[in-house]
């Protein structure tokens, strides 16, 4: 079996809970970056069982060189556990530490829309378009680990999907640039630079609570 098909497309599709504003709920289409393609090429490997596959590509992988290069960052031993878990044939080991890396990429991503959120030297349309292309980033790896998320801790699932809607509600785009289908004709609404630092802020501590505080109990072989 060749890596292109174990390499297949994922489409997702993600019911979001509507929050109280009635924001607009969409279809998400995701863009791969290197990051997402080999997390997603991993992924496919071992669920086809073709751990051989999946072990090459982590090893070869710009998911594999991410880890090294923050390996301060992420919680320790997830670089090994993941690797041991291929070599075990451990699939949900496999999605779980794959899972929790993304978040660690989240997070990032939201660290950089906050910060430029909160960057005086840029003007407010600046301020919320280099926000937005962040907020791309994040929701990107995000809707890949969601389901992981979502089977350990349902509660910050389902604050960091309603987070992203309200992120991009208060930034003036109705969450339509370009992450979502389906609300082009509705107006956007008007931005509220205030609610959408406190929005990113409290997503921000969501996903470093998640990584911190509960990797050792929810991810106990990747410590």
Same mark, same amino acid.
Do not use: C
């Given at each position: 079996?060749?890596?292109?098909?174990?390499?297949?497309?994922? !489409?997702?599709?993600?019911?979001?809970?509507?929050?109280?504003?009635?924001?607009?709920?969409?279809?998400?289409?995701? &863009?791969?970056?290197?990051?997402?393609?080999?997390?997603?090429?991993?992924?496919?490997?071992?669920?086809?069982?073709?751990?051989?596959?999946?072990?090459?590509?982590?090893?070869?992988?710009?998911?594999?060189?991410?880890?090294?290069?923050?390996?301060?960052?992420?919680?320790?031993?997830?670089?090994?556990?993941? &690797?041991?878990?291929?070599?075990?044939?451990? !699939?949900?080991?496999?999605?779980?530490?794959?899972?929790?890396?993304?978040?660690?990429?989240?997070?990032?991503?939201?660290?950089?829309?906050?910060? &430029?959120?909160?960057?005086?030297?840029?003007?407010? /349309?600046?301020?919320? /378009?280099?926000?937005?292309?962040?907020?791309?980033?994040?929701?990107?790896? %995000?809707?890949?680990?969601?389901?992981?998320?979502?089977?350990? /801790?349902?509660?910050?699932?389902?604050?960091? &999907?309603?987070?992203?809607?309200?992120?991009?509600? %208060?930034?003036?785009?109705?969450?339509?640039?370009?992450?979502?289908?389906?609300?082009?004709?509705?107006?956007?609404?008007?931005?509220?630079?205030?609610?959408?630092?406190?929005?990113?802020?409290?997503?921000?501590?969501?996903?470093?609570?998640?990584?911190?505080?509960?990797?050792?109990?929810?991810?106990?072989?990747?410590?």
């Amino acid at each position: 079996m060749s890596v292109a098909i174990v390499a297949a497309a994922l !489409v997702l599709a993600l019911g979001l809970p509507a929050p109280a504003l009635g924001h607009h709920v969409g279809v998400y289409v995701p &863009r791969d970056d290197d990051i997402s393609k080999n997390f997603k090429d991993i992924k496919f490997a071992g669920q086809s069982g073709r751990f051989d596959v999946a072990l090459r590509l982590f090893d070869d992988g710009i998911v594999h060189a991410t880890m090294e290069k923050r390996e301060k960052a992420l919680p320790r031993g997830l670089e090994d556990g993941l &690797r041991a878990a291929i070599k075990a044939g451990d !699939v949900p080991g496999i999605e779980l530490r794959l899972g929790l890396f993304l978040v660690f990429m989240t997070r990032e991503r939201l660290a950089d829309a906050l910060q &430029r959120m909160q960057n005086a030297a840029l003007s407010p /349309d600046r301020r919320r /378009d280099h926000a937005k292309k962040f907020l791309n980033a994040a929701w990107r790896y %995000y809707g890949l680990a969601d389901l992981a998320v979502t089977e350990r /801790d349902p509660k910050t699932a389902a604050a960091l &999907r309603i987070g992203f809607e309200d992120a991009y509600t %208060y930034l003036g785009s109705m969450m339509v640039d370009p992450m979502w289908a389906g609300a082009g004709s509705r107006p956007a609404a008007a931005p509220d630079d205030r609610k959408a630092v406190a929005v990113l802020a409290a997503m921000l501590e969501a996903s470093r609570t998640f990584i911190r505080g509960g990797t050792e109990k929810r991810f106990p072989a990747a410590r």
